[in-house]
């Protein structure tokens, strides 16, 4: 009998929430469906189109006079298109990371011995020769291989004033990163925009909600555990392994984390389409959004906290790393636990080896 009256209040819980949400956020959900991708997903891909295009700029510019300052503006210019890209990874909802323009364009870490030998058959670098080569090959990995590392005592730029092939091949694989970029906008634009708008099923991988907002607890498992965590020796093993940082030759591996952050309190409460709005109107209350944000503010003073790149940081046993660690995992619960309820999303595993 107890089983029955349990099994009774607990539908009817389930069913006034259905029609609450239904009653008082149905214009933040319609909002949300119909304009998500042209508000939020189509402007951060055209930011990265409009980064990788100014990239290639440079690089032409560096091919025909290979000078210090030309080169400087080049690895200035790899990290605002890396931090550009970190920004549409908030957007790889499952359809799109089946295509994996994400994997092509920026897969980490990659293999030097690839490239080098890449390089040395001095051949034409076209379009067919890198769309065929490893992922681990180019991408935004391998050019911050060409424009960052040292091969003992040359530099890159030297390496690179003194080898035109290997211009050459930096070239080449910054016109797949804007081939690629430009496919996957047609995606979005002939067709796939439409069918997500129209995504409204019960069952999360037809539910454009669902989707968008696994795709930032995604985003913050994968900042939490690949990007810090195994790297830094605090998941599974305390040993560490720097060179599984997202860009540690580049020192900027911090710079790409914050500005995936950036992009998820996007998403999810400073844009005009939010998921704040839906999830303080089911709820009544903005109380769980004030969380979030106090529990953003704490990631980003730990973040400030680190007064080295994260690759020194690791190397030096910083403490603040592990605090870092610590509250993504509390932000994560948030998103995961709290606004995934009152949202009535299923949260669907996290794949921490990739985005």
Not at 37 to 62: D, G, M, W
Not at 74 to 92: E, G, H, I, M, P
Not at 275 to 297: K, L, Y
Not at 301 to 318: E, P, V
Request: proline share 2%.
């Amino acid at each position: 009998m107890k089983k029955h009256l349990l099994f009774f209040l607990s539908a009817i819980i389930f069913l006034s929430s259905c029609s609450k949400e239904n009653s008082n956020s149905s214009s933040a959900i319609d909002l949300f469906h119909e304009e998500y991708y042209s508000v939020n997903i189509l402007p951060s891909l055209n930011n990265f189109k409009a980064a990788i295009e100014k990239q290639i700029t440079l690089t032409e510019n560096f091919k025909t006079n290979t000078t210090q300052e030309n080169f400087t503006l080049l690895q200035t210019q790899w990290v605002n298109c890396a931090s550009s890209f970190s920004k549409t990874r908030v957007y790889n909802v499952v359809d799109v990371k089946s295509l994996y323009y994400d994997i092509i364009i920026y897969n980490f870490p990659v293999n030097p011995s690839l490239i080098e030998n890449n390089i040395l058959e001095k051949t034409t670098f076209n379009t067919d020769y890198i769309s065929n080569s490893s992922t681990v090959s180019k991408g935004l990995a391998a050019m911050e291989y060409l424009l960052y590392n040292e091969n003992g005592t040359k530099n890159s730029l030297t390496l690179l004033q003194e080898d035109t092939f290997r211009v050459n091949y930096l070239l080449a694989i910054t016109k797949e990163n804007l081939r690629q970029i430009n496919l996957l906008i047609d995606f979005w634009q002939q067709g796939y925009k439409d069918t997500f708008k129209s995504y409204k099923s019960l069952s999360c991988i037809e539910n454009a909600r669902c989707l968008a907002f696994n795709q930032l607890i995604n985003i913050i498992d994968i900042i939490r555990v690949t990007k810090i965590g195994k790297p830094a020796g605090l998941e599974k093993t305390p040993n560490t392994d720097v060179e599984l940082l997202e860009a540690y030759r580049s020192k900027s591996s911090l710079k790409l984390i914050q500005s995936s952050l950036e992009e998820i309190q996007n998403a999810y409460a400073l844009s005009s389409v939010n998921f704040a709005n839906i999830v303080d109107e089911i709820s009544d209350s903005s109380e769980i959004s004030s969380e979030i944000n106090n529990s953003f503010n704490t990631v980003y003073n730990n973040i400030d906290a680190i007064d080295t790149d994260l690759y020194t940081a690791i190397l030096n046993g910083d403490q603040s790393v592990a605090t870092l660690h610590t509250s993504l995992l509390t932000l994560l619960q948030y998103f995961s636990v709290d606004g995934a309820s009152i949202l009535s999303v299923n949260v669907l595993p996290t794949d921490n080896d990739g985005d």
